[in-house]
């Protein structure tokens, strides 16, 4: 493993979350109204809103804001919730623990399901299991997560068939059984349309792979189909669905607010809806920031992968 490439892309993700953070305190600097005003009310008198200003510390200069607010994000204190005083990190936490939970659930099932359809699908390529399949990821390519989500409260968690719970969450603490039971619906929402993309990429990179030189010259040895398949082409075959899977679970954790909200799950997407109703600034900021910074470790991650998968990337020579 070439350890310069992987400081250089912690570099780039460290700067990525910095530009982030530099953007949202940017932005929600400049929003209209004050913190006092949303903890005091609109009739809250002058010294009363200086006060506030003072013990939340928005009388002191700009960069002197902006530099609190970044160390904050990097050691992941995010200030105060405006409504309870309580701790944002103590309230995102946890939410932010179940979402990823309902996302590595989502993720899990596009891997075990959408991989292996994929290498099916370019070792039968031009056949009718090839066509089946291809029909079924556009189907899935079509379907919205919220439309599935819905159809799928309303044919598994209605009688008669009533398989699943309508909402909620069960920690993992009270058995694998029910905390699965109480995600693999959501899960399986969140994941129609990622279970297809991941498919074709799939599809898509395993036939290259396997009209590619070194696999014709594999078959000419007479290396059985078995072993080209496996042994020499997926390798190769599976590195752009590394990236497609990272970029995924960051479109998991954007569009995990509607599918929250439909299952009542508790995760991060009813905490930030909650944060925006109130007007709670810090809980809105992480809110923001938590899901970005998941998305560039995952992006981050898949470097690694990569970098396992084929070194050349790490020496640039792909």
């Not at 309870?84 to 939410?95: C, E, I």
């Not at 590195?239 to 509607?258: E, K, Q, R, Y």
């Not at 997407?269 to 995952?298: C, D, H, K, S, Y």
Request: aromatic share 8%.
């Amino acid at each position: 493993m070439n350890y310069l490439y992987l400081l250089k892309r912690t570099a780039i993700a460290l700067l990525s979350i910095l530009i982030v953070a530099s953007v949202v305190f940017g932005v929600t600097t400049l929003l209209p109204g004050s913190a006092a005003n949303i903890v005091l009310g609109t009739e809250a008198t002058e010294e009363a809103i200086q006060q506030v200003n003072q013990d939340l510390g928005l009388n002191r200069p700009l960069p002197v804001q902006y530099v609190d607010f970044v160390g904050g994000v990097f050691t992941g204190d995010f200030g105060e919730s405006l409504i309870s005083g309580q701790s944002v990190s103590a309230m995102v936490w946890p939410r932010l623990l179940r979402t990823l939970q309902l996302a590595a659930v989502a993720m899990l099932i596009s891997a075990i399901t959408a991989i292996p359809l994929g290498i099916l699908a370019a070792a039968k390529r031009n056949t009718f299991v090839d066509h089946i399949v291809t029909s079924g990821s556009y189907v899935g390519l079509s379907i919205p997560s919220f439309v599935s989500a819905t159809l799928l409260l309303m044919f598994l968690t209605t009688p008669p068939l009533e398989l699943f719970p309508k909402g909620g969450y069960v920690p993992l603490s009270q058995g694998v059984v029910p905390w699965l039971h109480h995600l693999l619906l959501p899960a399986i929402a969140m994941n129609t349309i990622i279970l297809a993309y991941v498919l074709r990429q799939t599809r898509s990179s395993m036939v290259e792979t396997l009209e590619s030189d070194y696999i014709r010259t594999a078959r000419l040895k007479g290396v059985a189909e078995r072993n080209v398949l496996f042994k020499h082409g997926l390798r190769n075959g599976l590195l752009p669905t590394v990236t497609v899977l990272a970029l995924n679970f960051g479109w998991m954790m954007g569009s995990v607010v509607i599918i929250e909200q439909i299952f009542a799950f508790p995760g991060m997407g009813e905490l930030i809806v909650q944060a925006i109703e109130n007007r709670n600034l810090p809980v809105i900021q992480a809110g923001i920031l938590v899901p970005t910074i998941a998305f560039i470790l995952a992006n981050f991650a898949a470097d690694v992968v990569y970098t396992l998968l084929d070194p050349r990337i790490s020496l640039g020579e792909q």
